[in-house]
Antibody, heavy 122, light 110 residues
Framework: QVQLVESGGGVVQPGRSLRLSCAASGFTFRYYAMHWVRQAPGKGLEWVALISDDGFHEFYADSVKGRFTISRDTSKNSLYLQMNSLRHDDTAVYYC???????????????WGQGTLVTVSS | QSVLTQPPSASGTPGQRVTISCSGSSSNIGSHNVNWYQQLPGTAPKLLISTNNQRPSGVPDRFSGSKSGTSASLAISGLQSEDESDYYCAAWDDSLNGPVFGGGTKLTVL
């Protein structure tokens, strides 16, 4: 069965960096676009970033553009989110989610991980 | 302020039918399919309705979706206590070049 397991969350000071990972299993990873979606405490869902199935196309929310980088390693069936220059308002649970086959330019997330909490605090 | 507009709350009694609206614009709902997500307390979201009105395997037929113009709606018939959850609509947005979510609707079963 499809499984997505995030890791790498924790407490980090403002301005510092953190790298999240998402281990995928149960499906052919290289065929699917992948997303990161976050949820601040007590708030709604916010899409963060998308990477196409082949890894050549990336899309970012304006709130993270220039600070976050999404990447994938097909050999490891893994998705990553490099987060730099972290701010207090980046505090959230970060979910990885499977998108569609191909470019993934659809708001379609059919499988989600359990999430990993990132807390930005001094 | 979310790009897609949902009512913050909705409620109904067991057995009732409730609807949740999702309003957008020509750059999102007007041009793209709408998907709905259910998030039970303390859990990850789950795909509930895809491509405006398609139920993924395992989703009860009590849940249905529709779309017209720049608006969409989720209907839940035969309301059950386990339907108490947060519901989110989502669509791709051409102006923002990414998916956008509604602010979420908290459904209470009275």
């Amino acid at each position: 069965q499809v499984q997505l397991v995030e890791s790498g969350g924790g407490v980090v000071q403002p301005g510092r960096s953190l790298r999240l990972s998402c281990a995928a299993s149960g499906f052919t990873f290289r065929y699917y676009a992948m997303h990161w979606v976050r949820q601040a405490p007590g708030k709604g869902l916010e899409w963060v970033a998308l990477i196409s199935d082949d890894g050549f196309h990336e899309f970012y929310a304006d709130s993270v553009k220039g600070r976050f980088t999404i990447s994938r390693d097909t050999s490891k069936n893994s998705l990553y989110l490099q987060m730099n220059s972290l701010r207090h308002d980046d505090t959230a649970v970060y979910y990885c989610a499977r998108g569609t086959a191909g470019m993934g330019e659809v708001a379609y997330f059919d499988y989600w991980g359990q999430g990993t909490l990132v807390t930005v605090s001094s | 302020q979310s790009v897609l507009t949902q009512p913050p709350s909705a409620s109904g009694t067991p057995g009732q039918r409730v609807t949740i609206s999702c309003s957008g614009s020509s750059s999102n709902i007007g041009s793209h399919n709408v998907n709905w997500y259910q998030q039970l307390p303390g859990t990850a979201p789950k795909l509930l309705i895809s491509t405006n009105n398609q139920r993924p395997s395992g989703v009860p037929d009590r849940f249905s979706g529709s779309k017209s113009g720049t608006s969409a709606s989720l209907a839940i018939s035969g309301l059950q206590s386990e339907d108490e959850s947060d519901y989110y609509c989502a669509a791709w947005d051409d102006s923002l070049n990414g998916p956008v979510f509604g602010g979420g609707t908290k459904l209470t079963v009275l």
